[in-house]
């Protein structure tokens, strides 16, 4: 799909300066900017290459004045990285814009699903299933029985959501995902085997939330396994059975959370964390990548290492790690001397 320089213009109450018929029609870097491409510049450090670019239309900020001959229109924002994010958002909507159910697909009979869904080819809706308007269901995806699904929320090729998971509205959930599969649970027994602990509960997705490709989610033993509102999971994450991550808090890739751990809100946790199971994680606390936690964590902690510390107390004392060799010379010259 084309757009005209005059087009954009209008989505982002904008300016255009140069050929207000420009056509875009693909998205791009500035400094690999073609002819039919739309780029931006917000960086000021990336500004040498709007003079070479070879995109047809960008989007700069009202402020910039342009020091030699451009061979790109202009289309001049308040804030020309806001405005690109907008123009991505209007580029992935229709790019996304798909409706209808495709065949071969199986939807029970008892399933019930909303206005102008798509479901994609080779997907499976289960017995008592509630989809609701604008959902987006791409091939390939299980939806297990019970399952409750909210507006507008996008579930891309391959997800398995295991039977009673609920989620809500304005949700994305990327490929591979596995949402309510069973918690880790096996008690020991007398012959040194281990029994099944039979995993009843579910997992509860709330509205906005999203979740990256490949990341698992296990069911509650009883009760629920809760993502609060807002929430945002990167690729690759465990979530345990009965964890609960707090509002709008963001956890990065190859992370996991032990069972039973209740995470607060507005945290953000770094990338290859480990959290045991059973800790409780106050409300705005950061928490740097590669960290292990095993303890209770108070609100607005800062926290590095493994175990943790205060990441002030991990800075002064890494200070003394990398010269602990020189460190422990000392000591044994110190304890030399003493005894000559």
Not at 22 to 34: D, H, P, T
Not at 143 to 158: P, R
Not at 290 to 318: C, F, H, M, T, W
Request: aromatic fraction near 8%; charge should be negative.
């Amino acid at each position: 799909m084309k757009f005209t320089a005059q087009q954009i213009a209008g989505i982002l109450d904008g300016d255009v300066v140069g050929n207000p018929n420009a056509e875009v029609s693909k998205l791009s870097k500035i400094e690999e900017g073609f002819e039919g491409s739309l780029t931006f510049l917000a960086n000021p450090k990336y500004t040498p290459h709007i003079y070479n670019t070879k995109a047809s239309i960008t989007i700069v900020n009202k402020t910039f004045v342009p020091e030699s001959v451009l061979n790109t229109t202009l289309i001049k924002v308040d804030d020309a990285y806001l405005a690109f994010s907008k123009i991505l958002e209007y580029y992935n909507s229709i790019k996304l814009s798909k409706v209808g159910i495709e065949q071969p697909s199986y939807i029970s009979e008892s399933a019930n699903y909303g206005d102008a869904v798509y479901i994609g080819a080779f997907s499976y809706i289960s017995d008592h299933v509630k989809i609701g308007n604008h959902v987006k269901i791409f091939p390939n995806t299980y939806i297990g029985e019970n399952v409750v699904i909210g507006d507008n929320t996008i579930i891309f090729s391959g997800a398995k959501i295991y039977s009673e998971t609920i989620i809500g509205h304005t949700c994305v959930i990327n490929s591979g995902v596995i949402i309510g599969s069973d918690g880790f649970g096996f008690a020991p027994n007398e012959n040194g085997g281990y029994n099944k602990i039979p995993q009843t509960g579910n997992v509860v997705i709330e509205d906005y939330v999203d979740i990256g490709a490949v990341t698992t989610i296990d069911r509650a033993t009883i009760g629920s396994t809760i993502i609060r509102e807002g929430a945002k999971l990167d690729n690759h994450i465990q979530i345990a059975h009965n964890v609960e991550v707090g509002k709008n808090t963001v956890i990065a890739a190859q992370s996991g959370i032990a069972g039973s751990t209740k995470i607060g809100s507005n945290c953000q946790i770094g990338g290859q964390v480990g959290i045991a199971g059973h800790v409780i994680i106050g409300n705005n606390v950061k928490i740097q990548a590669q960290s292990g936690i095993a303890r209770n964590v108070k609100d607005n902690e800062v926290l590095q290492g493994s175990p943790a510390l205060a990441l002030a107390d991990y800075n002064k004392s890494y200070v003394h790690f990398k010269n602990l060799p020189k460190i422990v010379r000392n000591i044994n010259d110190l304890e030399k001397n003493k005894w000559e």
